[in-house]
């Protein structure tokens, strides 16, 4: 890990002293808020510091690589990791603190504590990833009990994840406002993703399909074509683009419940996961 000395912004791994920032400022009655990320920051990052900056007086992101939420075989090892960067990235946005603990301290030897999510993580990511929003609800649920913060913001591009979380403070009682962020996205309209670093040049320009097959479905609820066949539409283009499709899927979205049958009468959400190679993309965006 970088020296957290020398980085541009206030920063640390202690949670002791993260502890004490934050009751330096609840004391002098600041609003606080947070921005978990697991570093390799880009702009759609940056957007969701701009985001917390305008809801509280000081802000905080932590970046933190979770292993609970990586499969034996997914890119835990390979995820990009540029402390360096990304502090200069958080300083220049404004941000107050940068907290980045370590592994062996938020999972010391012996740890057992478990939280299982039910909800809105039934199905889509969960049909593939069966492991992924345990880790990410006990991560967060430490981080919200260590920075304490008065408003999170996630972003939208992840949107079973948002409501996820959403729902996992309103069941435990948190007293945490959780604001959504808006995806950002490049000229072509490809979802700004840490992950978009693992794509060749050729895979790049293939990615952005994503992005006007999710639109097109989007159009075609808008229109009253029954969600069945809006639906194989878009997987047999997705099929034709990618290598690989886990799913496109148009969900409630308040709760991504499954839609009845035909036409969709009420606002939902089109989602997708997609792979390139070794390269696995997801995106989403709101229908109807």
């Given amino acids: 890990m970088s020296d957290l000395s020398a980085l541009p912004l206030p920063s640390t791994a202690d949670l002791a002293h993260l502890r004490r920032i934050v009751a330096e400022w609840r004391h002098d009655g600041l609003r606080i808020g947070f921005v978990p990320t697991m570093g390799a920051l880009h702009d759609g990052h940056l957007s969701l510091i701009a985001r917390a900056k305008e809801k509280a007086d000081r802000v905080v992101a932590s970046i933190f690589v979770n292993p609970t939420q990586f499969a034996p075989g997914e890119d835990f090892d390979a995820y990009p990791r540029t402390m360096d960067a990304d502090a200069a990235k958080l300083a220049h ?23 299982t999510v039910g909800g809105p993580s039934q199905g889509l990511e969960t ?29 939208e591009k992840d949107y079973q994840q948002l409501l996820v979380i959403r729902h996992m403070v309103r069941d435990l009682d948190l007293p945490i406002e959780i604001i959504p962020g808006e995806t950002l996205r490049e000229r072509d309209g490809l979802a700004l993703s840490s992950r978009n670093a693992y794509l060749s040049t050729d895979e790049r320009r293939v990615a952005a399909s994503l992005n006007e097959i999710l639109a097109a479905f989007a159009h075609d609820l808008s229109t009253g074509i029954d969600w069945e066949t809006a639906q194989g539409k878009a997987l047999a283009k997705a099929a034709n683009a990618f290598e690989r499709v886990d799913y496109i899927e148009a969900r409630c979205a308040e709760t991504l419940a499954p839609l009845p049958p035909g036409p969709v009468h009420q606002p939902a959400r089109v989602l997708a996961a997609v792979w ?13």
């Avoid at 990833?129 to 913060?149: D, M, S, T, Y």
């Avoid at 390139?276 to 109807?288: E, F, G, Q, S, Y």
Wanted: charged residues 20%; negative net charge.
């Fill in 93 to 115: 946005a404004g941000c107050d603190l940068l907290y980045a603990p370590v592994a062996s301290d938020m999972y010391p030897d012996g740890f057992s504590a478990t939280l």
């Fill in 127 to 155: 049909d593939f990833r069966p492991h992924f929003f345990n880790g990410v609800a006990i991560v967060v649920a430490k981080l919200f009990n260590r920075v304490q913060p008065d408003i999170a913001v996630f972003g």
């Fill in 276 to 288: 390139l190679d070794k390269t696995r993309l997801i995106d989403n965006m709101p229908a109807v």
